[in-house]
């Protein structure tokens, strides 16, 4: 079905490409800082000729618009202005991920073909017994030996690189994802779709007062979609490499922060810290959450004792239909992911790909401005990511199961993937953890489907316990669920498998069912 709340696309603004609109930024205040790590900032003057630098060495090394550039490393300053100088030159960022494995990073560097690959020694040292298989030329970011130092590589002070124009189809970057459900494909945004991230319109909450802590990674789309707006309005990002909760609470009181992007597991994390309400926090207008689910009874504590309002975003890296739970204005709803924005068109399908009718289940599909150039070099999964519409027009599938309520409000049931199917009937993982979540002494749980000879599957729950037996949880939980929606055993755990941006890594708990 068609979201019964979907909105009239409002008026775009005037398309730009980052760069040029943070040289503006850069004549208008040079001295504003743009960027914080620990002890150190950087203005937007300095960031912007340290920018024209990164963009006039890749030139010198013959890199020609559209070629990527791989980055991979704990967040910096140095990490950013590579990010930015490298737009600068036309050409197309592939942020990889430290925590991936040698074998996945020397993949995804073969993949997107990058001439020149910046480090650090962290992952210098991850590379060691595959460094001799990576063709590009490495640059430390740090100063290590990982490579050549970022300072000695960089062009000269002074002269401006070669200008060139950007077109909006153009590659931004290439964002792999993480791999949890096979090997990582590469996500190709285009500029286009990047503008539509800025924030740059009557409206939004990024502005040049803005100060906005960034401890996800710089590799996530989670970060740059908060990141990037902080920059192109001229606001200030305070970097944190690793995401600790006493220095996250820290810095955003003596910075004065005003946004955050977090992760459910980041949120859960800073509310249960022992000294959370010692924190002056008043300085927050906006926090904004994505990723991973997050339960309704944290986002109602957030609101309760986290002054400023919070926004949980529902989308996909790929783009297409999304939706945004204003929370601070809809407390009624904590336990939807909101309804789609303007131009934003959202449906559900069933199986054969057909709509469903108002209230069903059917897999969430979208459409809009913001919308993937494809699968990098995987034409074959673009396809299988797309669905057509009866009028002809491309959606993404978003992989999610869910309905929308009588008001237009998405409710998640969960990822298509991970439906349980146990006797014909569909079960649904993310039912059973909320019963498993409001049981006491239950920190963290999930359910995941395992072979049955009887009944095709059957649910199996991982449980992170405090204080608590696994036999009387599990008693507990299933007297609550149907009898078709049992939990057949629970394995306590000292913590869930994640990513760094907080998604629970199912297919680690399949495998270790399978290995036992």
């Given at each position: 079905?068609?979201n019964p709340a979907a909105q009239t696309p409002a008026a775009e603004p005037a398309f730009g490409v980052l760069p040029d609109f943070i040289r503006d930024l850069a004549r208008e205040r040079p001295d504003h800082t743009a960027l914080i790590h620990r002890d150190e900032g950087l203005s937007y003057g300095e960031l912007d000729r340290?920018?024209?630098?990164?963009?006039?060495?890749?030139?010198?090394?013959?890199?020609?618009?559209?070629?990527?550039?791989?980055?991979?490393?704990?967040?910096?300053?140095?990490?950013?202005?590579?990010?930015?100088?490298?737009?600068?030159?036309?050409?197309?960022?592939?942020?990889?991920?430290?925590?991936?494995?040698?074998?996945?990073?020397?993949?995804?560097?073969?993949?997107?073909?990058?001439?020149?690959?910046?480090?650090?020694?962290?992952?210098?040292?991850?590379?060691?017994?595959?460094?001799?298989?990576?063709?590009?030329?490495?640059?430390?970011?740090?100063?290590?030996?990982?490579?050549?130092?970022?300072?000695?590589?960089?062009?000269?002070?002074?002269?401006?690189?070669?200008?060139?124009?950007?077109?909006?189809?153009?590659?931004?970057?290439?964002?792999?994802?993480?791999?949890?459900?096979?090997?990582?494909?590469?996500?190709?945004?285009?500029?286009?779709?990047?503008?539509?991230?800025?924030?740059?319109?009557?409206?939004?909450?990024?502005?040049?007062?803005?100060?906005?802590?960034?401890?996800?990674?710089?590799?996530?789309?989670?970060?740059?979609?908060?990141?990037?707006?902080?920059?192109?309005?001229?606001?200030?990002?305070?970097?944190?490499?690793?995401?600790?909760?006493?220095?996250?609470?820290?810095?955003?009181?003596?910075?004065?922060?005003?946004?955050?992007?977090?992760?459910?597991?980041?949120?859960?994390?800073?509310?249960?810290?022992?000294?959370?309400?010692?924190?002056?926090?008043?300085?927050?207008?906006?926090?904004?959450?994505?990723?991973?689910?997050?339960?309704?009874?944290?986002?109602?504590?957030?609101?309760?004792?986290?002054?400023?309002?919070?926004?949980?975003?529902?989308?996909?890296?790929?783009?297409?239909?999304?939706?945004?739970?204003?929370?601070?204005?809809?407390?009624?709803?904590?336990?939807?992911?909101?309804?789609?924005?303007?131009?934003?068109?959202?449906?559900?399908?069933?199986?054969?790909?057909?709509?469903?009718?108002?209230?069903?289940?059917?897999?969430?599909?979208?459409?809009?401005?913001?919308?993937?150039?494809?699968?990098?070099?995987?034409?074959?999964?673009?396809?299988?990511?797309?669905?057509?519409?009866?009028?002809?027009?491309?959606?993404?599938?978003?992989?999610?199961?869910?309905?929308?309520?009588?008001?237009?409000?998405?409710?998640?049931?969960?990822?298509?993937?991970?439906?349980?199917?146990?006797?014909?009937?569909?079960?649904?993982?993310?039912?059973?953890?909320?019963?498993?979540?409001?049981?006491?002494?239950?920190?963290?749980?999930?359910?995941?489907?395992?072979?049955?000879?009887?009944?095709?599957?059957?649910?199996?729950?991982?449980?992170?316990?405090?204080?608590?037996?696994?036999?009387?949880?599990?008693?507990?939980?299933?007297?609550?669920?149907?009898?078709?929606?049992?939990?057949?055993?629970?394995?306590?755990?000292?913590?869930?498998?994640?990513?760094?941006?907080?998604?629970?890594?199912k297919r680690e708990l399949r495998d270790r069912l399978a290995r036992s």
């Amino acid at each position: 079905m068609t979201n019964p709340a979907a909105q009239t696309p409002a008026a775009e603004p005037a398309f730009g490409v980052l760069p040029d609109f943070i040289r503006d930024l850069a004549r208008e205040r040079p001295d504003h800082t743009a960027l914080i790590h620990r002890d150190e900032g950087l203005s937007y003057g300095e960031l912007d000729r340290l920018m024209d630098r990164v963009a006039a060495a890749c030139q010198r090394d013959g890199l020609k618009p559209t070629e990527a550039v791989a980055i991979c490393a704990l967040s910096s300053i140095p990490y950013v202005a590579v990010y930015m100088g490298a737009l600068r030159a036309g050409l197309t960022v592939a942020p990889l991920a430290p925590s991936s494995t040698a074998e996945a990073l020397v993949g995804m560097l073969e993949d997107c073909a990058a001439p020149l690959f910046f480090l650090d020694a962290g992952v210098f040292e991850q590379l060691a017994g595959v460094a001799d298989r990576i063709r590009a030329r490495r640059i430390a970011l740090d100063g290590s030996e990982a490579g050549e130092p970022f300072e000695a590589w960089l062009a000269p002070e002074g002269p401006r690189p070669e200008p060139v124009t950007i077109d909006p189809t153009q590659p931004f970057n290439i964002i792999y994802s993480s791999g949890t459900t096979g090997a990582p494909k590469g996500i190709v945004q285009s500029h286009r779709m990047r503008f539509s991230h800025l924030g740059r319109y009557e409206g939004s909450t990024y502005e040049p007062s803005t100060v906005t802590m960034v401890s996800t990674p710089l590799y996530s789309n989670t970060t740059l979609v908060s990141i990037l707006p902080t920059l192109a309005n001229g606001g200030t990002a305070v970097l944190i490499e690793k995401f600790d909760v006493e220095r996250f609470l820290g810095e955003a009181e003596r910075h004065r922060a005003t946004h955050a992007m977090l992760v459910p597991v980041q949120y859960r994390r800073i509310m249960e810290h022992p000294g959370f309400d010692r924190y002056d926090l008043s300085s927050f207008r906006m926090k904004y959450c994505t990723s991973a689910p997050f339960a309704a009874a944290l986002k109602a504590d957030v609101l309760t004792r986290w002054p400023g309002g919070l926004i949980e975003y529902y989308g996909m890296t790929e783009g297409g239909g999304g939706t945004a739970l204003i929370a601070h204005q809809h407390p009624d709803k904590l336990h939807t992911v909101g309804r789609p924005g303007p131009g934003v068109d959202v449906r559900l399908i069933d199986e054969a790909g057909r709509e469903v009718a108002q209230g069903e289940v059917g897999e969430v599909v979208g459409r809009s401005g913001a919308m993937m150039n494809g699968y990098h070099n995987k034409p074959d999964k673009t396809s299988e990511a797309q669905w057509v519409s009866p009028e002809g027009l491309v959606y993404i599938r978003n992989g999610d199961v869910g309905r929308f309520d009588e008001d237009g409000f998405l409710i998640l049931m969960d990822r298509k993937k991970d439906m349980i199917i146990s006797g014909g009937f569909n079960i649904y993982p993310s039912d059973l953890e909320a019963v498993l979540a409001a049981e006491p002494g239950v920190v963290e749980a999930a359910v995941v489907g395992v072979p049955h000879p009887d009944w095709g599957e059957t649910p199996v729950a991982f449980a992170v316990l405090d204080g608590v037996e696994s036999e009387a949880v599990l008693a507990a939980a299933n007297a609550r669920l149907g009898k078709t929606q049992r939990i057949t055993a629970l394995h306590v755990v000292d913590q869930l498998p994640r990513s760094a941006i907080g998604k629970v890594l199912k297919r680690e708990l399949r495998d270790r069912l399978a290995r036992s």
